[in-house]
């Protein structure tokens, strides 16, 4: 279908430099989406992967461990995609050295990953849980909601000095060193609150209501168009998705997040997003995002298959520890929530004494579940390398363009 330009272009003068921002239409898209049987059977296979990711509660052990790690292999991945070199190893060990009961434990980091890079991933994941927890409490995913989220984001770090919480006051763009040579201005900012006022509406429903998942992928391309903030916008632009899912009920659990595949696919993706601005393209956009959904829900699910197996496994090796078993049983859960640790959280966390506790780990470390880190007496890190593999896939490192 042939439409027009999905917006409007203003002239903004800076530096006295004049340059074109764009300012988008509100959604839903004029004229309506072309749902053809291809690009609906997409979105029907997407709801049904969806489907199989939200059931996939019911046959993990506990849900809750699974959700802490793969909480923070998503805050990696999007951090990743604006250019930190923080892994997922790094973000353990730095949420050790910040636990009272660990403090100075740890190394923090590997060589060269600076502090500011893995701080920012701490951010992402605290500012995720605070979201997560405002619509468990029934508050609603609005501009508020979104702006707590981001003042969280930004609260420490890099970028705590872009008006953390508080949409942008001045222009901003995306790649190139000033609006005049940018690949994209963003609407100027006497115009965001409005546009962002728009876009509530269709998080709300109104003027009437919009299936989850289409929403999600409208709303994503909205919200980087219109770039509320100073910075942060693509991390928080990703979340989103996530967050229309769980306040829809389309997902029980925050379990789906794309920033793998958009990080895989990513000249496409930013190559998509301005196809929609320019040309009103939505059905690919939608052909993307729906097999975006089905790519990576097949994933999560496939990994919360291999977590299954590995840990029966284990299981099945610890139980032959005879009077030991119990106690390396409580271990090794523990070992689930927190695969990098020392000793010493694991007395904290499990209430068993310091003796039996280092006796367990070299049960463990025998049977071949357990790995010790380092080689000093005091203050031992010790890894579950299995748990972390499985999560560390689609997190390796890789050279990402100049564009947030």
Not at 182 to 200: I, R, S, T, Y
Not at 218 to 240: K, M, S, W, Y
Not at 335 to 345: H, N, S, Y
């Amino acid at each position: 279908m042939k439409r027009e330009l999905q917006g409007h272009y203003v002239t903004i003068s800076t530096a006295g430099e004049e340059a074109r921002a764009f300012v988008p239409a509100p959604l839903p898209p004029k004229p309506p989406i072309e749902w053809t049987p291809e690009l609906r059977g997409k979105f029907d296979q997407a709801l049904l992967a969806l489907g199989r990711l939200d059931s996939i509660s019911t046959f993990l052990p506990d849900i809750s461990l699974f959700l802490y790690m793969y909480v923070r292999k998503e805050a990696v991945l999007s951090s990743m995609i604006e250019g930190t070199q923080s892994s997922l190893s790094d973000l353990l060990l730095f949420e050790l050295d910040m636990d009272p009961a660990t403090s100075g434990s740890s190394a923090a980091t590997r060589p060269g990953v600076p502090m500011e890079d893995v701080r920012e991933v701490s951010n992402y994941v605290a500012a995720l849980d605070h979201g997560l927890k405002r619509l468990a409490e029934g508050f609603p995913l609005s501009l508020r909601l979104i702006k707590e989220m981001h003042s969280i984001l930004l609260a420490r770090g890099r970028g705590s000095n872009q008006t953390p919480g508080e949409f942008r006051r001045t222009q901003n763009w995306i790649g190139g060193t000033r609006p005049g040579n940018a690949v994209f201005v963003p609407p100027p900012a006497d115009q965001v609150m409005k546009c962002m006022g728009k876009l509530e509406l269709l998080l709300h429903d109104q003027p009437k209501p919009t299936p989850a998942l289409f929403k999600a992928a409208l709303a994503h391309v909205q919200f980087e168009t219109i770039h509320p903030f100073l910075d942060g916008n693509g991390r928080l632009g990703r979340l989103l998705i996530t967050l229309i899912l769980c306040e829809q009920k389309v997902l029980r659990e925050p379990m789906l997040y794309l920033s793998l595949y958009f990080k895989t696919h990513r000249r496409y993706y930013y190559e998509l997003l301005d196809n929609v601005r320019l040309t009103g393209d939505w059905e690919a956009w939608l052909d993307f995002f729906a097999e975006a959904v089905i790519v990576t829900a097949t994933q999560a699910v496939d990994t919360a298959r291999q977590l299954v197996n590995l840990v029966n496994n284990d299981r099945d090796k610890i139980s032959g520890l005879g009077r030991a078993a119990p106690s390396a049983l409580q271990i090794h859960r523990a070992l689930m929530e927190r695969p990098i640790t020392t000793a010493g959280w694991l007395v904290k966390k499990t209430g068993i004494t310091p003796a039996t506790v280092n006796k367990s780990l070299t049960h463990l470390e025998r049977l071949g579940i357990v790995r010790e880190l380092t080689s000093r007496k005091r203050n031992r890190l010790f890894s579950y390398p299995g748990y972390v593999d499985i999560m560390n896939q689609g997190t390796e490192l890789l050279a990402l363009p100049a564009r947030t």
